[in-house]
């Protein structure tokens, strides 16, 4: 936008400088056949800045297509493993429900026909306990909306081996509207979630009904993906990067984003050794990202590019572990998604991607 407007006000040079600094992030942006830089079309300086954006949409690294889900019309968001088991849990946004695909690689319904559960966003599993958590937020997107919906979310335990409903713990009807989106599961069970509108940090402990704040800050904007390393919660923040939040003395501190990159766009997150793989949906192109923390975990020793500019990085989702590999959703159904009344979306086929765990040269 900078760039625009610079351009409609005669200063080429600000908008090309504009220009250049999203390239030196690795990104780019449609300029191609955008009216508002008529005046800069054809010069040798606007020819650089595409070609620049043109390197960055390059492919680079691997994101191998391990399964194939035919014929999906909803959203596909959430993903968990089970490696007791094999299975892997599917989260869907539009048809309010939870898939389980077996080792075998049959896609069967794990969660009832409930009116309980809203557009199911993030999964996690607590083994010990023999749960799975699952995020559920009510949006325009799933089946069943009205406006009365609109603002309500709620943690659902489910019974891993009977997949029964042991309860749906509803946050507060407080006034402001809330969006859980993601979630991770504590040694003691304590289950975290980010609330993505409201935003804030939420706390449910072990056998409690009601949740508690962990984290509220005028620094958040749209909360995101979370892992736990030890007492420290490493929380996406959609529009302002990575902040930590100790969990002991609840201070919230914003991580510094390395130079010539940006950690803006961060949807799931989940913790390797040594750092974090990150799906980064909110930028052009879209990326798989292994971040590599400090031992102090305030800062960022290296952003290594797993996957970008594939044909098969569309519209990614959340993110988990497969047998230590990064494995998530592509095709997830949020691109060209009509919440028009009476309008089904279209069928397609959803992408488990595994992408891995070190980056092409």
């Known amino acids: 936008m900078l760039a625009a407007v610079s351009t409609l006000a005669g200063d080429?040079?600000?908008?090309?400088?504009?220009?250049?600094?999203?390239?030196?992030?690795?990104?780019?942006?449609?300029?191609?056949?955008?009216?508002?830089?008529?005046?800069?079309?054809?010069?040798?300086?606007?020819?650089?800045?595409?070609q620049r954006f043109a390197d960055n949409r390059a492919p680079r690294g691997q994101a191998l297509v391990f399964a194939e889900l035919?014929?999906?019309?909803?959203?596909?968001?959430?993903?968990?493993?089970?490696?007791?088991?094999?299975?892997?849990?599917?989260?869907?946004?539009?048809?309010?429900?939870?898939?389980?695909?077996?080792?075998?690689?049959?896609?069967?319904?794990?969660?009832?026909?409930?009116?309980?559960?809203?557009?199911?966003?993030?999964?996690?599993?607590?083994?010990?306990?023999?749960?799975?958590?699952?995020?559920?937020?009510?949006?325009?997107?799933?089946t069943g909306f009205n406006e009365e919906l609109e603002g309500r979310a709620a943690l659902a335990e489910f019974d891993l081996a009977t997949s029964e409903l042991r309860r749906v713990v509803h946050l507060p009807l407080d006034g402001r509207e809330h969006g859980l989106s993601d979630l991770v599961i504590a040694p003691d069970g304590?289950?975290?979630?980010?609330?993505?509108?409201?935003?804030?940090?939420?706390?449910?402990?072990?056998?409690?009904?009601?949740?508690?704040?962990?984290?509220?800050?005028?620094?958040?904007?749209?909360?995101?993906?979370?892992?736990?390393?030890?007492?420290?919660?490493?929380?996406?923040?959609?529009?302002?990067g990575l902040f930590t939040i100790d969990l002991d003395g609840r201070k919230i501190q914003a991580i510094p984003t390395p130079k010539n990159t940006t950690l803006i766009?961060?949807?799931?997150?989940?913790?390797?050794?040594?750092?974090?793989?990150?799906?980064?949906?909110?930028?052009?192109?879209?990326?798989?990202?292994h971040l590599t923390l400090a031992p102090d975990l305030r800062s960022v020793a290296n952003v290594a590019i797993l996957a970008t500019g594939l044909p098969e990085l569309q519209d990614i989702g959340?993110?988990?572990?497969?047998?230590?590999?990064?494995?998530l959703v592509a095709k997830t159904g949020w691109e060209g998604f009509s919440a028009a009344p009476n309008r089904s979306p279209a069928t397609r086929t959803v992408h488990l991607l595994q992408v891995p765990l070190s980056p092409e040269p």
Not at 18 to 35: C, V
Not at 268 to 281: D, E, L, R, S
Request: some cysteine; glycine content about 10%.
């Open 12 to 50: 080429a040079n600000g908008a090309l400088a504009a220009l250049n600094q999203i390239a030196a992030l690795g990104l780019a942006t449609a300029i191609e056949h955008d009216a508002d830089f008529a005046t800069l079309q054809g010069s040798p300086e606007f020819r650089r800045v595409q």
């Open 70 to 142: 035919p014929g999906r019309s909803g959203i596909i968001e959430g993903i968990a493993f089970r490696s007791r088991t094999g299975d892997l849990f599917l989260g869907d946004v539009h048809l309010r429900c939870i898939w389980r695909r077996g080792q075998d690689g049959r896609i069967t319904r794990f969660s009832a026909d409930d009116e309980e559960l809203f557009g199911v966003f993030g999964l996690a599993l607590d083994e010990t306990r023999n749960v799975l958590w699952a995020t559920t937020t009510a949006v325009p997107e799933m």
């Open 190 to 240: 304590t289950v975290y979630a980010t609330d993505s509108i409201s935003p804030l940090v939420w706390q449910l402990s072990p056998g409690a009904e009601e949740f508690e704040i962990v984290a509220d800050s005028p620094l958040f904007g749209s909360l995101q993906g979370l892992v736990l390393e030890r007492r420290t919660l490493i929380v996406a923040d959609y529009t302002n």
């Open 265 to 289: 766009g961060i949807d799931g997150m989940v913790a390797v050794p040594g750092g974090i793989v990150v799906t980064q949906n909110g930028t052009d192109p879209q990326r798989v990202l």
């Open 318 to 327: 959340l993110i988990t572990l497969m047998d230590s590999v990064p494995t």
